[in-house]
Every structure is written in C-alpha cells, then in structure tokens.
C-alpha cells in the first residue's frame, strides 16, 4: 500500500470546491443518482483508482443495485443485465476515458441521442470528466 502522496484536499480546497460544485450540480440532474454512480464505477474499473472503486461499489449496493450487475459491469458489452440506454452511456464512458485513442467517436455518441436528451448528455459528459479527474488526483495523490 502507498502512502497519500500530499493532502490535496487540505492544500487546494478552493479547487476541490469546484469538484464538488460539479458533482452537487449532477445530484439534480434527470439522469438519477444510479446511472450516474453505475458511470462512476466504470470510468474507476477503466483508470485503476481503488479508492474510487470502494466508495462507488458501496453507494450502488446501499441503493439496492444487484450483485450481478455489479459483478458484470467490466463485461457490459455482453451482458444481459444492461438496458440500451445504460449501454449507450457506459459506450459513451469508456470513449471519454480512453480519448487519446478514441477521440471521442461518432460511433460512441450517436447512440445517446436515441436515449437522452441534449441536457442528459450534456450531464453524462460532466460526470464523466468529473469522474476521470477525481481518479487522476485520487491516484496520483495515492489516496
């Protein structure tokens, strides 16, 4: 195990803020707190941040969210336990966090247009950056 690196948290609060203010914001948002936290799970699965990984698992088991899915979510691509709507996110997660190689293709988003509206997508992309640099801090600062 690593140690935390610095206390980011206690050495730029007024940046965390900004986080915060992020994820608060995406609590209102008409995606709903599953969808969002099942995206969060996912991006953590992609960029290794076992910090992450715990607290997402937790909140998702807390709302009653099914140990298959869970257990599935790293092979959504094949599983059954996924609707269209949440694939199409979960595509849409996945090219964002890959996007040096993806650059965030057509092939990704179109599908979203089928499920969410302009403001949902928007929201989805949110939580996923928001997701993706809490991951960076949380592992570059060995959280």
Request: proline share 3%; with cysteine; glycine share 6%.
């Amino acid at each position: 195990m690593h140690e935390l690196r610095l206390e980011y948290y206690d050495l730029s609060p007024e940046l965390l803020q900004g986080f915060r203010a992020v994820r608060q914001g995406l609590e209102k948002s008409p995606l709903g707190l599953p969808l969002i936290e099942l995206i969060y799970l996912r991006v953590s699965q992609i960029n290794g941040c076992a910090f992450c990984l715990n607290k997402h698992t937790q909140f998702l088991r807390s709302h009653q969210e099914m140990e298959r899915r869970l257990a599935e979510l790293a092979g959504w691509h094949v599983s059954g336990q996924f609707t269209l709507r949440e694939k199409a996110a979960l595509g849409w997660a996945e090219s964002l966090t890959h996007v040096v190689t993806t650059h965030a293709s057509d092939e990704a988003y179109l599908p979203l247009k089928d499920y969410f509206t302009d403001k949902e997508i928007v929201d989805l992309t949110f939580a996923i950056a928001l997701m993706n640099g809490m991951n960076r801090l949380a592992i570059g600062m060995r959280q």
